[in-house]
């Protein structure tokens, strides 16, 4: 087909192109001149599906066939499964039923932790301030109150999704939209490791021996929750309804059984050990204490979010049947953390100070004992709180595909993985949960001061944002409304505010930190792919379409057949390749030179000494010599470059070249081509 | 100069080429049609020297003039300076006065710590056994006197450097080499580690508070002695004379004066603290402890090999010259030593159990008091010894570029850098020392198991090597040779099986793994490069020089300016270049193919759905069937690339590209050509 032309020839127009894949055709075939025949090609037919004028890839064409990738595609197939097309997208609706159990599960499980934390604050005053825990658990539940409110406008308005980051972008501006963003990925990444620090937590309080390793077995939940994430497990998947209606059901069971022996006078007070027992307190129990407990209760309200998020999944009419579900969700939310905080505080509960048993499971154990209801309890706990960080790896890369979409985050975000899944979302996500639990010792006390204010801020702003829609649209019940959002948005700065200024030392000063930080990086990215975009669009005046002849120029160190490949391929591109060998041997390349006319043919030898052993720099400057003759055109390196069969042998290979593609990657109007040369071993 | 042609164009000639850097010429330009002038061309003469037939790069073509390679630059500039032309190679000649003091700082060093380690093992069955100290010693200074006479004879067969590698290649045998190699390597690792714990402990013995940093200034040490090697510090430097001659007169002097106090019943004998008293000891004094003690004074003998591997380094008559001060180096180390162990012996010292102090400062504080001449004796220990360690960041990379050469080792290795020193050697050397320090907490007790098998097996090869050659070649006094070498040979033979037995749960068991282990490393590289350079060798019947018209395809994602520049270079090599967009969108595909026409000239659209949303994947099965329809024909794939201004901005881009070229390399008779498109910013 191609044989050994002179350098200057002129190009002959090839055989008639027809695409193999497109057309089932006849080809007429000499192996050898004079030896003909027919013969149907219709190959790969199994990787490519044909379709009027172009190909559909099949999932053959995703799969490995042989070496360390195919091996790499076994182990991933075993793990997230195989690859799914896109023509399997779901869009499954979800009942009310379902929607509670998978959207609420962040907002319920935290009746698991929320009483305990305001009580922890508390005990800091000593054993008198814990009656307080009542009247502080009350006024969250208030609160709840005036944010659902709030929130159910919200859905109303924003049926395909009121992500605070949408709300705050439509209303009050991008700088708006995106800190909303900011903030609730960071709250997200915490949720992620306070439910999980919480849901071990609920384990440890009945495998003791488990608390050591508290933190490998958080590590492992999240590496779990990554790989069904990535395998594509749906929100909507039956099985996670039943921890949150197990819960639900046991909690009020609980509760009420309580309850009742408590009206009885059956329930005996509770006796906690002698090492846990308060002195005098630590701290005045001023109004500062005050609003740190009732910031660490205010974790209570950080899962109205998520509902909103999801508000297109739930049947049509979808904004009815979400706002539905979320009052539903405050009102069972509410009863389980008043019960809990009531009881907690009229039985006397203190909490362990190691952090070894939680304070739920201390009550739970004291009304119903040592047996099957304590575990079923705490399994229910446990897998609750699973689900609950689950809920953030569904709304982490679902936010983060919006922000990519917009350009606020690398394109990468905004990708379907094999599975259909935000694979860069869930990676990033679990990565950064797995850094917190690690630096927090999984310590849900340590954790809930980073987890508030985020999620606050971002409420705050997306009510605001409502606010300024009413103003503008006036539509119909817009006076009742601006009440409604105003009142929530009132509430939710206020309890934003109390948690950053009290919380300040415990941690939120590094989400004030982490919040600007993550908005700048935001904006700056956005920026980049703007002008970026301003860039790379074709002008009319720009000459990209032109073709001038390219300068081809083949470093080389030696003869070898990977060289004469090299030099072979540049002869195709120009006819004035040149050679051009760096050495700090002036023998070898005396050598070269000698041998170059019978070896390389009629091409140009420049041999460049370099006493300083230095090869991309005498490289460099003498490119730098070429196109100052001919500033126009593009200078073309054609690198020989050997290929070893194990990619650990390039250990041994190549170590120079990869130099000097990392510099030439810099040089303006260079092209690098890599001719390899594969070795058979 | 160049336009847009049509693409089925023949290449034209180009206006006759003069290398714009070889030649001072006349040039006739012109810019527009009509305006033509004359100019003298004569760039880069800064950059370029010229020679008849080829250009010298000089030192500015290493420098760099722009952005975050320039301020690299100035950082290497700052730590180890300019470069160095190879012209500027040293070959200063020794005298015998400054090769003793450059040379034999590993060997007397070791009296710094020697007796000691001795008296540590000892110290396990109780105080009685302390006594045994100075018979040891004594052995052990007999057996170096054996051994020195050996590798005199040694250092006259090969006056051209008699390192165990060479001496052992040389009579047994390639495997015999590498073995020898392996256990010298390790052993220049393990002396810069002790040398430089023993070093900081000398400085510890008189600066308490620095006890607890000692691993961190171990490290600073190993990290100063690196940029200096890095630098290019010549062994040669007369800096380097002072400590190993400040050490003699100082220690000779300090034992001279206590002998002859002794003499007199002037001394009194030691006192250890109550805290250090021995008790009964925990181990029964067996033959097993004496050889333990034994194994760990053994280091005294490993200086050998340096002056023997510095051979050539001497003024002339080189070996005569370098055996001379091989004995010289011999009797003073043996005086020292023998004087200390005698000291400690008759006085009774005990070493502390927390390393805190070193018995030598203990014995100088006994002797002279808390005075100048102990901060002398100390700080003059603690130079030698850092000294000491320099030795083997001479050896250890000479004898690696020794490795590379023959191909043993990556030929990194046999690189000289910029300032003429074996630049990979010296950090590797570097950073496995950092390794053992770190590891081993800077503890030379700890350290010495590790120390003296390696170079007892590398003596025991190069002077069975010797009596090899004595047998094969019959030389004048080849009987007297015989016994001499043999006698030598065996001696170090029964040391490396004593030293790998009595200390193998110590530490010997890893010299005993890493030695083969290093081994089959070496020989795997060598039969690694062997295989390769037979293939890389151009064969009479290869078809390398064969120029198969290339197919060219240019994978694009749309029709942007990035886009465009590659599709033109592609129609520079080949007129038939088709362009591939693989999508999941059908929409964006149809939107692409309806701009094609009028934007892209007259090349075909291969458009590939890839509902698996995989891009890889699909190309390469299209390439695939490219391939089958030409098997001889190279592939070469065109790929634009954004190159942003900053390098961290890649993190925004091209993640896709990188992953396709990973894997397009790894695929035979396949050419990338990376087309950049450079943004502004």
Known sequence: MAGNRPPDRGREPEEPRVDPLLEVRE??????????????VRPFEDEFEREEGRLVATERTVLERSGWTRTLRGIRTFLIGRPISSDHEQHERLTKVKALAIFSSDNISSSAYGPEEILRVLALAGAGALTLTLPIAGLII???????MSYRQTIKAYPLGASSYIVASDNLGDRAGVLA???????????????????????????????????YVSVAMVVLLTLGNLRGIR??????????????????????????????????????????????????LGLFLLLRAFSQGAVALTGVEAISDG??????????????????????????????????????????????????????????????????????TALLLVLAANTSFADFPRLSSFLARDGFMPRQ?????????FTTGIVALAGLAILLLVSFRASV?????LYTLGVFIAFTLSQAGMLQRWWRRHEAGWRQGMVINGLGAATTAVVALVVGTSNFFQGSWMVMVLVPALMALLMGIRAHYRRMEHQLHPTPDADDDKEPDPIVIVPLARLDRPARRALAFARTISPHATAVHITNDPHTAEQLREAWGSLAGPMELVVVESPYRALVGPLLRYMDALQSLHPSRPIVVVLAEVVPRHWWENLLHNQTSLRLKLRLFGRKNTIVADVPFHLDD
């Open 445 to 449: 006390t340590g954790l809930i001061p």
């Open 235 to 284: 929100e909507s998947g039956s099985i996670f309804m039943a921890p949150t209606y197990l819960y639900i059901v046991t909690m009020l069971g609980i509760i009420g059984y309580a309850l009742v022996r408590n009206v009885l006078g059956d329930l005996p007070p509770y006796t906690p050990p002698q090492e846990w027992a308060l002195s005098e307190g630590t701290q005045v």
């Open 181 to 215: 963003a900011s903030a609730l990925l960071i709250g997200y990444v915490v949720t992620v490791a306070v439910s999980v620090s919480a849901g071990v937590a609920a384990m440890t309080s009945i495998l003791p021996g488990l608390y050591d390793y508290r933190v």
């Open 27 to 40: 080809k007429r075939r000499g192996q050898r001149p004079g030896d003909s025949y027919v013969r149907i």
């Open 413 to 421: 975000f905004a990708f379907r993985g094999e599975r259909l899944a």
């Open 311 to 380: 508000v297109p999944a739930f049947k049509a009419p979808e904004w009815r049947n979400a706002r539905t579900t979320l009052t539903w969700a405050t009102a069972i939310f509410g009863i389980l953390f008043l019960g809990i905080a009531y009881l907690i505080t009229t039985l006397g509960f203190v909490p362990d100070p190691t952090e070894q048993q939680t304070v739920l499971s201390l009550l739970v154990r004291h009304v119903t004992g040592n047996g099957a209801i304590l575990i079923l309890a705490q399994v229910a």
């Open 142 to 148: 208030g609160m709840l109150a005036i944010v659902t």
